[in-house]
């Protein structure tokens, strides 16, 4: 708010291309700055930002773009961006909650306080988690290529288990770092990828592909593969795979990515 004052001379000075525009030109409805920056709150400059009245304390500011305000589709949880409740037009609204997913329409409810509630079970998780996280460490104490498992080998220990889920009419076994396979009884075993390598590998973000899966049935005979996204969780278990065109999203809870 405070690069939003007026200056001595009662006018707005652009964010970044520094240019003095009268002060009621700002959120006036059309672009005057040449970086955008004096439509925060209005959707008239369709690459500048609308911040919301509501901020998570301690996480990246919460915006959206200024494109997007007024236009019938919630984007802050707490409503701001669409103050008129401006309606969309029945052919494309979502009239089933249910089939929107995480897409709300105006008139807005305000889930900032289930967004909150969501952050303090995630500190909680990684709080948690991490008690857990020591015999991963130790398991890789004498690995070598200890990066190949992850920082200091944290995932090596994964890779000595093989982890079963029942996904009806499917029977999955997950072993990390050395293959993925599906199978439709009594079908035979189908490869989904059997050779690792790292796609992500930051703190809170950890995704490992497994490529050079079986190409049978897939378009285009394009081999099967695998991405395996290991997130915060106190046990070691495959929480969910999704499948799209032989391509397998796997997520898998483990102290390991805490």
Request: proline share 7%; with cysteine; hydrophobic share 30%.
């Amino acid at each position: 708010m405070h690069l939003y004052f007026p200056t001595k001379n009662n006018t707005f000075q652009c964010l970044h291309s520094k240019q003095q525009i009268p002060y009621q030109h700002l959120n006036d409805d059309f672009c005057d700055c040449n970086d955008n920056s004096d439509e925060p709150g209005t959707s008239a400059c369709h690459s500048s930002k609308f911040y919301c009245t509501f901020q998570l304390e301690g996480l990246k500011p919460q915006f959206t773009w200024s494109s997007r305000v007024q236009d019938g589709i919630c984007d802050c949880c707490d409503g701001s961006d669409e103050w008129s409740n401006e309606v969309l037009p029945d052919n494309i609204r979502i009239k089933d909650p249910a089939l929107g997913g995480a897409v709300m329409h105006a008139p807005c409810a305000n889930w900032c306080l289930t967004i909150l509630q969501k952050v303090h079970r995630k500190k909680m998780m990684l709080l948690e988690g991490r008690k857990h996280k020591a015999p991963y460490l130790a398991a890789a104490a004498n690995v070598e290529n200890k990066l190949s498992y992850g920082p200091e080998g944290v995932f090596y220990k994964l890779s000595l288990k093989c982890f079963q889920i029942q996904l009806p009419p499917y029977d999955y076994n997950i072993c990390p770092f050395k293959k993925c396979t599906q199978q439709k009884f009594p079908q035979p075993v189908i490869s989904m990828g059997q050779k690792p390598v790292w796609e992500k590998m930051r703190p809170g973000s950890y995704v490992l592909k497994m490529t050079g899966g079986s190409a049978q049935y897939c378009p285009e005979n394009r081999d099967r593969l695998s991405w395996i996204t290991f997130e915060c969780g106190v046990v070691d278990k495959v929480k969910s795979i999704h499948e799209d065109a032989c391509e397998y999203y796997i997520k898998f809870s483990t102290p390991a990515a805490c």
